[in-house]
Antibody, heavy 122, light 106 residues
Framework: QITLKESGPTLVKPTQTLTLTCTFS??????????VGWIRQPPGKALEWLGI???????RYSPSLQSRLTITKDTSKNQVVLTMTNMDPVDTATYFC??????????????WGQGTFVTVSS | DIQMTQSPSTLSASVGDRVTISCRAS??????LAWYQQKPGKAPKLLVY???KLESGVPSRFSGSGSGTEFTLTISSLQPDDFATYYC????????FGQGTKVEIK
C-alpha cells in the first residue's frame, strides 16, 4: 500500500524560505520511471503543479516558479523535500505531494498525500 | 507552456443527469490527459488517464474521450457521491491542471 505524508511549518513569514518534506512508504524511488511530485492549491482555487523529481534524479519544474523551487530526494529515508524561496502571502496554500506512477505508459499522479496548509504572513 | 481550459466553471445538475465537462489544451497533447475528482478538504483522486482509460476501482458511469486538444469527461448518471470539483491535467513532460469544474446540486 502506497502512502505519502507532507510535513513542515504551517506558518512562514514573507521573504522566508519554505521547506516541506514528503515521507512515503510502499514504493522506492530507486524504481525505474517512478517519481514524486508537488502540487499546491490556494484556498478556493485550482490545483497548480509545482515540480517533480524522478527515480533517476531528473527534476522538472513549473516554468513560472522554477527560479524559486528545488526538489530533492533522499532515497534511503524515503523522503522528498520541496524548497521554495522568497515566500509571499500569495503562496498561502495547501501543498500536496503525490506518487507519480506509470499505468499503461502514463505517468500520472495516482496516489496523493493528505496535504499540508501553509500560511504566509508576518 | 501548455495551457488547459475547462468549461464550464460550474455546473448545476440533478441526481441521474448525464453530465459532460470539457477540457481544451492550447496545443496537441495527443492523449496524455488525466481527470481527477476532488472533494472539499480532500486530496484529488485519479479517475481517468490517457484520456479514456478508467483508473482501477472507478465506477463505469465515468468515461473520458478525446485526443489532440479537445477532451471530455462524462458522468452517465450523476450520483450523490459525484458532487465535487473535477480537474483535467496534461502530462507531456511538464504538468498542467485546468482551472476546475465544480459540479453542484441543482
Amino acid at each position: 500500500q502506497i502512502t505519502l505524508k507532507e510535513s513542515g511549518p504551517t506558518l512562514v513569514k514573507p521573504t522566508q524560505t519554505l521547506t516541506l518534506t514528503c515521507t512515503f512508504s510502499g514504493f522506492s524511488l530507486r524504481t525505474k520511471d517512478l517519481g514524486v511530485g508537488w502540487i499546491r492549491q490556494p484556498p478556493g482555487k485550482a490545483l497548480e503543479w509545482l515540480g517533480i523529481v524522478y527515480w533517476n534524479d531528473d527534476e522538472r519544474y513549473s516554468p513560472s516558479l522554477q527560479s524559486r523551487l528545488t526538489i530533492t530526494k533522499d532515497t534511503s529515508k524515503n523522503q522528498v523535500v520541496l524548497t521554495m524561496t522568497n515566500m509571499d502571502p500569495v503562496d498561502t496554500a495547501t501543498y500536496f505531494c503525490a506518487h507519480r506512477g506509470v499505468i499503461d505508459d502514463s505517468g500520472v499522479f495516482d496516489i496523493w498525500g493528505q496535504g499540508t496548509f501553509v500560511t504566509v504572513s508576518s | 507552456d501548455i495551457q488547459m481550459t475547462q468549461s464550464p466553471s460550474t455546473l448545476s445538475a440533478s441526481v441521474g443527469d448525464r453530465v459532460t465537462i470539457s477540457c481544451r489544451a492550447s496545443q496537441s497533447i495527443i492523449n496524455w490527459l488525466a481527470w481527477y475528482q476532488q472533494k472539499p478538504g480532500k486530496a484529488p483522486k485519479l479517475l481517468v488517464y490517457k484520456a479514456s482509460k478508467l483508473e482501477s476501482g472507478v465506477p463505469s458511469r465515468f468515461s473520458g474521450s478525446g485526443s489532440g486538444t479537445e477532451f471530455t469527461l462524462t458522468i452517465s448518471s450523476l450520483q450523490p457521491d459525484d458532487f465535487a470539483t473535477y480537474y483535467c491535467q496534461q502530462y507531456t513532460g511538464l504538468y498542467t491542471f485546468g482551472q476546475g469544474t465544480k459540479v453542484e446540486i441543482k
